[in-house]
């Protein structure tokens, strides 16, 4: 367990997340998401009566079929279980990110089409992995074709290079950090930390 032992607690909530992306035989690539909200204890609900320890409070699906340019070419959801029966309403309204490319600004433009009482505060949650999901998938999948026999950083050289190569990426994130072992590595020219051999 890579966190320090925790003090004796009782779990009260349990959300999962699982992600995952595919390259179609048609050439698109499809990003789904599934999402379960479970309680350990039971509770009344007005809408659904009972809902059972361990039953899912929150159910929901969602599927972004994207191009190699990460346009959003189809947009399906779907709302199995929810606290009130009207939520599953809001799933078909997701269809309206449809011409949208993730990209910088995506989860304003989203917010835009799905945002507020038309659309579903945890369909809307699961947008950001998502995007993330749709990077992790489309460059590697076009870079593992170009480099087929790459050796060490060509893979992460190649899905940089997509972002802007280093002075882009400089900052981003510990391991792009300007004093980083990886930045000396990959970018010594933007390299700030101190030189470990004196």
């Not at 995952?20 to 379960?36: M, V, W």
């Not at 989203?110 to 579903?120: I, K, S, T």
């Not at 998938?137 to 050289?157: I, Q």
Request: net charge positive; proline share 7%.
């Amino acid at each position: 367990m890579p966190l320090s032992p925790p003090v004796p607690r009782e779990v009260m909530h349990t959300r999962a997340i699982t992600l995952r992306g595919y390259r179609r035989q048609d050439g698109l690539f499809d990003i789904e998401a599934h999402l379960t909200d479970t309680k350990p204890f039971a509770m009344p609900n007005q809408d659904r009566g009972h809902i059972a320890a361990g039953e899912a409070l929150h159910e929901m699906w969602m599927r972004l079929t994207i191009d190699q340019t990460m346009v959003i070419v189809a947009c399906e959801a779907a709302t199995d279980h929810s606290p009130y029966a009207v939520c599953p309403q809001a799933a078909p309204n997701f269809g309206r990110l449809v011409g949208l490319r993730i990209r910088s600004g995506f989860l304003k433009e989203a917010a835009l089409r799905v945002g507020g009482a038309v659309g579903c505060t945890h369909l809307r949650e699961l947008l950001q992995q998502m995007a993330t999901t749709a990077f992790q998938t489309v460059g590697p999948a076009r870079a593992r074709t170009e480099l087929a026999n790459a050796t060490g950083d060509a893979l992460d050289t190649r899905i940089s290079e997509h972002f802007g190569g280093g002075e882009r990426m400089l900052n981003t994130c510990l391991a792009y950090a300007s004093d980083s072992p990886v930045v000396r590595r990959r970018w010594p020219h933007l390299f700030a930390g101190r030189d470990p051999a004196g």
